[in-house]
């Protein structure tokens, strides 16, 4: 089956770690995209890639680091530099170019010790 | 930029009922409107999309209708059953990766 891949499904970061939350997908999608979820908020755009070796900042980058070395991945970062990090994240892709729907996996909850 | 408002927050409703949650979106440029539900614990899944050259598009139980000069779009459940319960998230982007989301409505159906 086709899909997106999150893993793993909850994460917990101790003060000053980074931690890399994975994002595999199989659909040969050439967009990829990382959001964050709050309780009663919307997603919010962390980062985007269009297509491999290639990412652009979303809105609320700070703190963040991803790479696009394969078209299948798209990991995310979260440094020790972003001070208020618990929250859902949710990793998606589209086949890229503008109205298409984004496909999204099943998030990784990330908490702090 | 763009920027999308959801209302309710909240809808409550009994199973059989129907349920409508509309959205407004500032940039006059978005043409593209997806819907996605999720359920506890799961990420968004698309249950309907309209682009801006149609009106109304209907897919069994619900539909999605799009006003473009009131630039406000809303999604219609009819005969709502229990698994319709989930969140619901409208979105809204004129093409260019920068999909913006509102900020969802938690739908209740009670049996």
């Known amino acids: 089956d086709g899909g997106i891949t999150q893993s793993p499904k909850y994460l917990f970061r101790k003060e000053g770690q980074n931690v890399t939350l994975s994002c595999e997908q199989n659909?040969?999608?050439?967009?990829m995209y990382w959001y964050r979820q709050d309780p009663g908020q919307g997603l919010r755009l962390i980062y985007y890639?269009?297509?491999?070796?290639?990412?652009q900042k979303g809105d609320i980058a700070e703190g963040y680091s991803v790479s696009r070395e394969k078209k299948e991945s798209f990991p995310l970062t979260v440094t020790s530099a972003q001070k208020n990090p618990t929250a859902f994240y949710l990793c998606?892709?589209?086949?890229?170019?503008?109205?298409?729907?984004?496909?999204f996996g099943d998030g990784t909850r990330l908490s702090i010790l | 930029g763009e920027n999308v408002e959801q209302h309710p927050s909240t809808l409550s409703v009994q199973e059989g009922d129907s349920a409508v949650i509309k959205c407004t979106y500032s940039d006059s440029a978005s043409n593209y409107f997806p819907w996605y539900k999720q359920e506890l614990g799961k990420g968004p899944q698309l249950i309907i999309d309209i682009r801006s050259n149609v009106g109304e598009k209907k897919d069994q139980r619900i539909a999605v209708t799009l006003n473009k000069t009131a630039k406000h779009f809303s999604l219609h459940i009819t005969e709502t059953q229990p698994e319709d319960s989930a969140v619901y998230f409208c979105?809204?982007?004129?093409?260019?990766?920068?999909?913006?989301f509102g900020a969802g409505t938690r739908l209740t159906v009670k049996p």
């Open positions: 979105a809204a982007t004129k093409g260019n990766n920068d999909m913006r």
């Open positions: 998606a892709s589209s086949t890229g170019g503008g109205h298409q729907p984004q496909h």
């Open positions: 890639s269009q297509i491999v070796n290639d990412f």
């Open positions: 659909l040969n999608h050439d967009a």
